[in-house]
């Protein structure tokens, strides 16, 4: 996703003036079609997160629209204070882009994984939080989004060929967007995950069990009428994300049942696990924490004969 929205972000920038593109020294093969069509409204602010938060806020307060990036967990966590004070606080159209959702960093180990990100931020009222599933849908969510008010926070992945099938780009903020239709359970999955999730769908119809796969892109708004009707319509529904379990999407699903007052059984399928001193692939840390499409089959049917959630 990071070469479209460098792409995507540059087609804006030419048609308004007010939009920067700050960095914290991240982004090189990523940010240069921004960066050498438009050097004035690019600044690399060194390793130094919490300053670029700073620093965007001023601007955005003199009537700029800054676009922040870094690697998820430092975009986020490093500078969780500055955005609070700042952006939040004073409602300014500061754009934070976190890259690396999940665990799309996995050899460079935890201190590199975006998997609690999107359940830090979320508490944040006001701060919209934009998780695209695929590189079409991200490019759909800026151009929605990205001159709306307040501050947003873009969850994005690296990969460029990653397509969510039956998506088609489509985004529309504070929805969920069905991909797929069934009857005897629905999935609710974000971001990079939807593939999966959409390929474990296809496999568990070929054992007769039949899947809703919907996508939620966005938090504040969020998607709870959408999912509060699947809710009504499944009697179970389970939510897949590369992000720890409380917090984040699996809480937005559990609170959603609670609140709606329906009888639907909720399994969260997440990260469960702190760091257990191993590093590899981000597949690798999919087949570790059971977000894989083989452990995401085998959940499903263990539930199916009646084992114990």
């Known amino acids: 996703m990071r070469a479209t929205f460098a792409k995507t972000l540059t087609e804006i920038a030419r ?3 007010r939009v920067l593109l700050l960095t914290a020294d991240l982004g090189y093969m990523a940010l240069e ?4 069509a438009f050097p004035e409204q690019f600044i690399n ?4 997160e919490q300053n670029m938060v700073g620093i965007a806020t001023g601007l955005a ?3 700029f629209i800054p676009f922040l990036y870094s690697i998820a967990p430092f975009a986020s966590l490093r500078a969780y204070e500055f955005i609070r004070n700042g952006p939040v606080l004073h409602r300014l159209p500061v754009r934070i882009v976190g890259v690396g959702a999940g665990f799309e960093y996995g050899t460079a180990g935890p201190t590199h994984h975006g998997i609690d990100d999107a359940a830090a931020l979320r508490p944040q009222p006001g701060l919209t939080i934009i998780t695209p599933a695929d590189a079409l849908q991200m490019r759909s969510a800026m ?15 690296k990969e460029e060929k990653v397509v969510v099938p039956g998506l088609d780009g489509r985004f529309r903020l504070g929805r969920a967007e069905t991909v797929r239709e069934g009857n005897d359970l629905a999935f609710v999955v974000m971001g990079a995950l939807a593939p999966e999730v959409c390929a474990a769908a296809e496999q568990l119809s070929e054992r007769g069990i039949s899947a809703t796969v919907a996508v939620v ?28 379990v409380d917090g984040a999407l699996g809480s937005l699903v559990a609170e959603t049942i609670a609140e709606a007052g329906t009888a639907s059984k909720l399994v969260r399928i ?7 001193g191993r ?23 263990s539930l199916a004969a009646g084992e114990p959630v």
């Open 61 to 63: 307060d003199g009537g």
């Open 15 to 17: 048609e308004d003036k």
């Open 270 to 276: 997440g990260v469960r696990r702190s760091p257990q």
């Open 217 to 244: 892109s966005s938090f504040n708004p969020s998607p709870v009428e959408d999912l509060a009707l699947l809710a009504q319509a499944h009697r179970l529904l389970v939510s897949v994300e590369a992000q720890h």
């Open 33 to 36: 079609p921004f960066a050498e």
């Open 143 to 157: 151009l929605a989004t990205w001159d709306g008010d307040g501050p947003i926070y873009y969850r994005i992945g």
């Open 279 to 301: 590093s590899g692939s981000q597949r690798f840390y999919h087949a570790l924490h059971d977000l894989s499409q083989t452990a995401i089959v085998e959940r499903v049917l």
């Open 45 to 48: 602010v060194g390793v130094a």
